[in-house]
Nanobody, 127 residues
Framework: QVHLAESGGGLVQAGGSLRLSCAAS????????MGWFRQAPGKEREFVAA????????SYGDSAKGRFTISRDNAKNTVYLQMNSLKPEDTAVYYC????????????????????WGQGTQVTVSS
């Protein structure tokens, strides 16, 4: 099993930056693809970014390209999402997710392709 815990959310002014962290515990973290998703009230959960176990592959949703950067530090069992140039439409609960498939280079982008989820951290961007 993998346990995920997000942190780093908060209130930020439009144009500002936040860095989210996801601390993972469990044997599979270092060899698991990790993703970030977000969900605003009344909306579907949306793919933001994902990174392979060895950081060799990344993928970004259209809304994140050019503004957000995903990274990971396997030695610290942590994945990060650096968010720059934040906009009010980025306001959502941000979730960290882990793909249970071990050692795969495939970077999943679908909600149903991930097996473990954190509790989420709220990001609010004011205008």
């Amino acid at each position: 099993q993998v346990h995920l815990a997000e942190s780093g959310g908060g209130l930020v002014q439009a144009g500002g930056s936040l860095r989210l962290s996801c601390a993972a515990s469990g044997r599979t973290f270092s060899s698991s693809t990790m993703g970030w998703f977000r969900q605003a009230p009344g909306k579907e959960r949306e793919f933001v970014a994902a990174i392979s176990w060895n950081s060799g592959r990344t993928s970004y949703g259209d809304s994140a390209k050019g503004r957000f950067t995903i990274s990971r530090d396997n030695a610290k069992n942590t994945v990060y999402l650096q968010m720059n140039s934040l906009k009010p439409e980025d306001t959502a609960v941000y979730y960290c997710a882990a793909d249970a498939r071990i050692g795969s280079s495939y970077v999943a982008t679908g909600v149903r392709e991930y097996d473990y989820w954190g509790q989420g951290t709220q990001v609010t961007v004011s205008s």
